[in-house]
């Protein structure tokens, strides 16, 4: 977030806080935002109030379009912070998953990226253990993203979602 999004973040916050302070008077029994309201002066100053207003609201806007819903693995490193992309790391275990005999298809995603946890939805071959393809899964993914980006995956799920019509073999042509 930039000095302008907080500037303009503590503006509204402030606008905010008078109004509803303005209307808790009026609960009260001030008058002070009635006689405002009743004043001569109030088309050009409720005027300029309404353009503040629809300014702030239109850059509130804008601010929330730009905000950065990815999700990103954080850790400490003795030179400073270093933030990868959860994106990135689900494309490298899809490649080291991929490359696993018996692996047809693999789509990963992250459920948790503070503490990583990962969910492998794989497509397997028929002619092959699905117990020990699991777990050859498990122990390669969380190897490869050890030794290539320097995160230690705390779980990974994996769900077998289909299976393949045709086998490995068949495939490549072993025979």
């Given at each position: 977030?930039?000095?302008?999004?907080?500037?303009?973040?503590?503006?509204?916050?402030?606008?905010?806080?008078?109004?509803?302070?303005?209307?808790?008077?009026?609960?009260?029994?001030?008058?002070?935002?009635?006689?405002?309201l009743n004043s001569p002066s109030f088309g050009f100053d409720g005027s300029l109030v309404a353009l503040i207003l629809v300014l702030l609201a239109a850059y509130l806007v804008v601010?929330?379009?730009?905000?950065?819903?990815?999700?990103?693995?954080?850790?400490?490193?003795?030179?400073?912070?270093?933030?990868?992309?959860?994106?990135?790391?689900?494309?490298?275990?899809?490649?080291?998953?991929?490359?696993?005999?018996?692996?047809?298809?693999?789509?990963?995603?992250?459920?948790?990226?503070?503490?990583?946890?990962?969910?492998?939805?794989?497509?397997?071959?028929?002619?092959?253990?699905?117990?020990?393809?699991?777990?050859?899964?498990?122990?390669?993914?969380?190897?490869?993203?050890?030794?290539?980006?320097?995160?230690?995956?705390?779980?990974?799920?994996?769900?077998?979602?289909?299976?393949?019509?045709?086998?490995?073999?068949?495939?490549?042509?072993?025979?």
């Amino acid at each position: 977030m930039t000095l302008l999004d907080r500037v303009f973040l503590g503006i509204s916050a402030l606008v905010l806080v008078i109004f509803a302070g303005l209307t808790a008077a009026t609960l009260f029994g001030s008058d002070v935002l009635v006689a405002w309201l009743n004043s001569p002066s109030f088309g050009f100053d409720g005027s300029l109030v309404a353009l503040i207003l629809v300014l702030l609201a239109a850059y509130l806007v804008v601010l929330i379009g730009r905000m950065d819903t990815s999700k990103y693995i954080v850790y400490q490193r003795e030179l400073g912070t270093v933030r990868i992309s959860a994106d990135s790391v689900e494309s490298l275990i899809v490649e080291a998953a991929s490359q696993i005999p018996g692996v047809q298809q693999v789509r990963a995603s992250f459920t948790d990226v503070v503490e990583p946890k990962v969910t492998l939805k794989i497509t397997a071959y028929p002619d092959h253990n699905l117990g020990e393809l699991s777990e050859e899964i498990q122990e390669s993914v969380k190897e490869y993203v050890e030794k290539t980006v320097g995160v230690v995956i705390q779980e990974i799920d994996i769900s077998v979602v289909g299976i393949s019509k045709k086998t490995d073999t068949e495939l490549h042509g072993i025979a």
